[in-house]
């Protein structure tokens, strides 16, 4: 069984082909990142255009790249939400139009969960149920997955996601869009000569439950950025002092969940996820705790067609399918309903 996944929800156009018995066949992508670039953030319009530009040719490549005809696709799973509404409207059209012309089902996708599951992927130890932290661009949850399909929200920020701190505190230290992955390179930089830090504060650490704020410690970030004296050191110095009252005050919510829970098996899922220091401490956190932790490659962190053929074949085997001739997306669409 082949299926064939399309992610289209924000700025990367990914497709791949997945075999449920030789894996993943193929795997395309195409970044816009620098379409953005000289605006400073991600605009819809753009996006959409270009996905329009660039998926007929990433399907072509990932067809070559399995050494598959299209008529040998089973299904084609689409990412149908939450996203970008030109964005997710783009892959959704492609992929009903395409799964109606073969005569195979279509599988509309959560994106969220098919982060989630990326990891099942290559762990073959990991098994429902598990905890899932998500901390990607637009999210930072803390899910309890039972199983496929059934996901509770445990916390959630209540304002800027991760992600976007990283970026946001990037921007205001200058540099370049998208920053997050930048910031946190200087920062591993900054560590590895061994010098002490400044303490930022571990929002919401101090009052219970497991829900996130990220906007105040960006804040302070600026502050402390406008008062610095602004060169190579200060930025080191407050580029690693973030990241290290970021992954802390993740570590304290996983903790919490975990023995909240009573759940040891911890899955990272989204852009964050890429983040050393992050998977470094949660990797000790877990040990400690005598429970696993489990991370996707670091190209299944952010967005790829990959997550969206795997989680399109499990919805499969589960006997799902997207029948109505409908194009049918959800550009707000909450993991806790995704049945
Ligand atoms: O999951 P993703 O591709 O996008 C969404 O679906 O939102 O995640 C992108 C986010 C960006 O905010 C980016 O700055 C952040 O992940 N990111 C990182 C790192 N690599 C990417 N943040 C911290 N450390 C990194 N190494
Ligand atoms: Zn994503």
Redesign the pocket.
């Known amino acids: 069984m082949r299926v064939l996944g399309i992610e289209s929800s924000?700025d990367e156009t990914g497709i791949a082909i997945y075999d449920d018995k030789e894996g993943l066949l193929a795997d395309s992508l195409f970044s816009q990142v620098k379409t953005h670039q000289a605006y400073g953030g991600v605009v819809p319009e753009l996006a959409s255009r270009d996905h329009v530009r660039h998926i007929v040719s990433l399907l072509d490549e990932a067809l070559r790249e399995a050494s598959l005809k299209v008529t040998d696709l089973d299904a084609i799973a689409y990412t149908a939400g939450p996203g970008l509404v030109g964005a997710l409207l783009t892959g959704a059209t492609f992929a009903k139009s395409l799964a109606f012309s073969l005569g195979v089902p279509a599988l509309a996708i959560h994106h969220l969960e098919a982060?989630v599951l990326v990891s099942m992927l290559n762990a073959t130890l990991l098994k429902f149920p598990f905890i899932a932290l998500l901390v990607?661009?637009?999210?930072t949850q803390l899910i309890l997955a039972h199983g496929l399909g059934q996901y509770e929200l445990l916390g959630d920020t209540l304002d800027d996601a991760v992600?976007?701190a990283?970026?946001k505190c990037a921007k205001l230290m200058g540099f370049p869009y998208?920053?997050?992955?930048e910031l946190?390179k200087c920062a591993d930089e900054f560590n590895a000569l061994h010098k002490s830090l400044l303490h930022f504060p571990r929002p919401m650490t101090d009052r219970p439950g497991l829900d996130f704020s990220f906007s105040g410690l960006k804040t302070h970030v600026l502050t402390t950025w406008q008062a610095s004296k602004q060169d190579h050191e200060a930025r080191g110095l407050i580029a690693a002092s973030f990241q290290d009252a970021v992954v802390d005050t993740l570590l304290i919510k996983c903790q919490r969940a975990i023995k909240q829970t009573g759940i040891h098996n911890l899955v990272v899922a989204?852009?964050?996820g890429?983040?050393?220091a992050l998977r470094a401490r949660l990797g000790a956190l877990l040990e400690e705790m005598n429970g696993a932790v489990f991370f996707p490659k670091p190209e299944y962190?952010?967005?790829n067609g990959a997550m969206v053929a795997f989680t399109g074949y499990l919805h499969l085997l589960a006997g799902e399918k997207d029948e109505s001739l409908g194009i049918d997306v959800r550009p707000r669409w909450p993991l806790s309903v995704v049945e």
């Not at 990607?136 to 999210?139: A, F, K, L, T």
């Not at 998208?178 to 992955?181: I, K, L």
């Open positions: 924000c982060h990607s661009g637009g999210h992600g976007e990283f970026d998208p920053g997050g992955a946190a989204g852009g964050v890429a983040n050393r962190c952010t967005d």
